[in-house]
């Protein structure tokens, strides 16, 4: 059993890929021609490129100083080679000779490590040729984090939530017979290792909804929750030095795939001391889960005994853009078939019961439903989930 007592936040990273435009100094390389190789006789330069880990290429330097060739002079030194500046993630430099006549296209040579000062070129080649065009190829993607959950992993929540910022992704994805467990650190129904009571109470321990927050979806982000459980949640947890609550799953502009999932016994996800916005994190409102601006596949789920309604969405969420199921992160695909011609959410086949009604407070709180949250309509609206009450 994995207990959480502290929010955990998986980081992503704002912005479109990285552009490489660090290139190797060749102003200070010394050429000084020698006999022994196989060169033929001209005039050479050489161009040097860095290497990182992942075989990636740095754009390639400004051609060295020419050194012509004549009479016996069969080979070149090359020293006073730069090195690879510590710290900037690269590990080899990639050495080009240019044809006899000091133009292009420039044969790869040799691969240097990261300090060597000199080469002797004495003709040999490595094969390939220098890529001049690399304005796609140095475009490096911003590595986002990912938290990826095996099949049988029981999670314990004390008063705490997961929480992905831009473009993290959050991967949730068990079998039958090997669901994954989100619940309360109260929670004796589930355990591991002999024991289920996790949290050593014995008689005095007793779930609640709201014992936990949920799963917090930031923009850009995604989660893929497949054969789980997700109950007590929808409780109130920490957030930027007040407290706020969180749906047991809340979309914020997120790409999410949910299914064979079972939400029960949640609290409705609202409240706390923190102003509405919940510090940029936006509002939310009563529901198991909560969308705004996202088209998620939410199929084949078991909602009940939970406060808040068992989905609410913004308006023009409903919107029509094709949506089908594309199928689960890990192990096959497993794509739900017969929804090709869907638009907007995907939103079939879901179980409801006891959702919603009136809190403890008299306070409506949602239906056994969809609740769809009131707006302006600003594009193409299409509601074909027939089979949820909206």
């Known amino acids: 059993v994995h207990v959480i007592a502290e929010n955990l936040l998986i980081e992503g990273v704002a912005g479109g890929p990285i552009s490489q435009v660090a290139t190797p100094p060749t102003q200070l390389v010394k050429l000084d021609p020698l006999t022994g190789g196989t060169l033929p006789l001209g005039t050479y330069n050489y161009r040097l490129t860095y290497v ?3 075989g990636n290429e740095s754009p390639a330097s400004d051609p060295s100083r020419d050194i012509t060739l004549t009479g016996g002079q069969t080979a070149v030194l090359l020293s006073q080679l730069p090195r690879i500046p510590s710290g900037s993630g690269f590990v080899e430099r990639r050495l080009y000779r240019s044809q006899p006549d000091g133009s292009g296209p420039y044969n790869l040579i040799h691969k240097l490590n990261s300090t060597a ?3 002797l070129d004495n003709g040999t080649a490595l094969g390939g040729v220098l890529v ?3 304005t796609a190829l140095n475009l490096q993607p911003r590595l986002d984090a990912s938290l990826v959950v095996d099949p049988g992993t029981i999670v314990k929540f004390d008063g705490a939530r997961i929480e992905t910022r831009m473009g993290g992704q959050l991967v949730a994805e068990g079998h039958v017979g090997h669901e994954i467990v989100f619940t309360s ?4 129904r589930y355990g591991a ?3 289920y009571d996790t ?7 007793v779930a609640e909804r709201g014992d936990w927050g949920g799963l917090l979806i930031g923009a850009l982000g995604e989660l893929s929750l497949d054969h789980a459980v997700v109950s007590y ?11 706020a609550g969180v749906n047991p799953v809340e979309l914020h502009q997120a790409t999410a795939r949910i299914t064979n999932t079972t939400f029960e016994q949640n609290a409705s996800g609202v409240g706390g001391q923190a102003n509405a916005n919940r510090f940029g994190r936006g509002s939310n409102a009563p529901g198991s889960i909560f969308v705004r601006g996202s088209q998620p596949i939410i199929v084949n789920n078991i909602f009940q005994h939970n406060d808040g309604s068992a989905i609410t969405i913004n308006l023009n969420s409903l919107n029509g853009e094709l949506v089908s199921d594309w199928g689960r992160s890990t192990s096959l695909s497993d794509a739900i078939p017969g929804f090709e011609d869907n638009r907007g959410p995907l939103v079939r086949m879901n179980r409801l019961a006891d959702n919603g009604g009136i809190d403890g407070s008299g306070r409506h709180v949602g239906a056994n439903g969809m609740n769809v949250r009131g707006g302006e309509l600003t594009t193409e609206g299409v509601w074909d989930d027939t089979d949820i009450v909206h």
């Not at 650190?185 to 004796?188: C, G, P, R, S, T």
């Not at 949290?199 to 321990?205: C, D, F, H, V, Y």
């Not at 949640?233 to 407290?243: E, P, R, V, Y």
């Open 193 to 195: 290792g002999g024991s």
């Open 132 to 134: 001049e065009d690399v």
């Open 117 to 119: 000062a000199t080469y």
């Open 233 to 243: 949640a929808g409780g109130i947890t920490k957030m930027d030095g007040s407290f």
């Open 52 to 54: 990182d880990n992942q």
């Open 199 to 205: 949290s050593n109470q014995l008689a005095n321990s």
């Open 185 to 188: 650190l109260q929670d004796d």
